[in-house]
């Protein structure tokens, strides 16, 4: 997506101000310890992934991208284009229950940068953050493989983790 202009400098310093004066407690996850995961996505996510590494008893949320008009029935655990403000930020009410939530992982699964899901990543609360793409400083680990099938990436986030974890 084209994201140039006076309206990308806006969204890139708010991103930015929320990224710098985050209130997270970064905690490098052990994985028989992760009790919470939260997921940001473009595609529908199946959970099949978080519960074949982690167990079933680990909790995932999901919040998707979609890049369309929002339906006329309430989906509120995605956001649409059109909820976007004018300057391409997701309205708070629709991302304050996903971003305020301390998840013991953070993985943003989006298939290219795009500045609404930076900005939610930068306000989440999570303890480690995960993504395929470094931007400024909201990323705790950047595993870059941007062209492989999703779980494959999702084993090598898995086996990362556990050779920091070793």
């Given amino acids: ?39 940001v996505a ?14 079933s008893n680990v909790k ?8 369309e008009k929002r339906p ?12 976007l403000d004018f300057w391409g930020i997701p309205p708070i009410k629709l991302i ?8 013991d992982i953070l993985i943003n699964f989006t298939s290219q940068q795009f500045d609404p899901v930076e900005y939610i990543c930068a306000r989440s609360k999570a303890r480690f953050k995960i993504s395929k793409y470094q931007y400024l400083t909201i990323y705790d680990l950047i595993i870059n493989h941007p062209d492989i099938a999703i779980n494959e990436y999702f084993k090598e986030i898995i086996k ?5 974890s070793n």
């Fill in 1 to 39: 997506m084209k994201q140039h202009g006076l309206k990308h400098q806006y969204r890139q310093k708010r991103i930015l101000s929320f990224a710098e004066r985050s209130e997270r407690k970064i905690q490098f996850p052990v994985q028989n310890h992760i009790q919470t995961i939260g997921i």
């Fill in 42 to 55: 473009d595609f529908d996510f199946k959970s099949d992934f978080i519960t074949q590494y982690f167990g």
């Fill in 60 to 67: 995932m949320d999901v919040l998707l991208l979609n890049n």
């Fill in 72 to 83: 006329k029935q309430d989906q509120n655990e995605t956001i649409f284009l059109s909820d």
């Fill in 96 to 103: 304050q229950p996903f971003v305020d939530k301390p998840f």
């Fill in 160 to 164: 990362t983790l556990n050779n920091f």
